[in-house]
């Protein structure tokens, strides 16, 4: 019989795990891989700010496409642009997840695409969307 250095439970001399708390007798520790996932970074403020800045280019969009029937079409072209911009912005926040590097790139173009399409109604869109992207970017 082998007794378990973690936990102190007696085991059968073949046994490969602890019976009680599944310690690795051959040296190898189950906690290792735990304790590498522990450590990734968390991107969820990345996808809350895109996923916001996304919704307020959506807001801003709707609002250039009702504006523009007061008379307009440059602005209602310009309110569908933003709206495909937003949604861009949502795949970038979901996708940020995944590749940060390559979500923060997303997230970054679709905010510029935003500010270009409505910027005056797009810019706190613009604003949370780059940031968001810029904290992919940078954070590792």
Known sequence: MKFCVSCGTENDDNATFCIKCG???????ETSTKEITANETSRTLELVLGIIGAIF????????I????????EIFALG???LLAS???IVGSVYVKNNAKTGGIILIISAIWLL????????????LLGIAGLIALIRK
């Open 57 to 64: 280019g959506l807001l801003g969009g709707v609002f250039a």
């Open 80 to 82: 569908i642009s933003a």
């Open 23 to 29: 310690y690795n007798f051959d040296g190898k520790s």
């Open 116 to 127: 270009i399409s409505i910027s005056a109604y797009g810019i706190l869109g613009f604003i």
């Open 87 to 89: 949604i861009v912005g």
């Open 66 to 73: 009702m504006l523009s029937s007061f008379g307009g079409t």
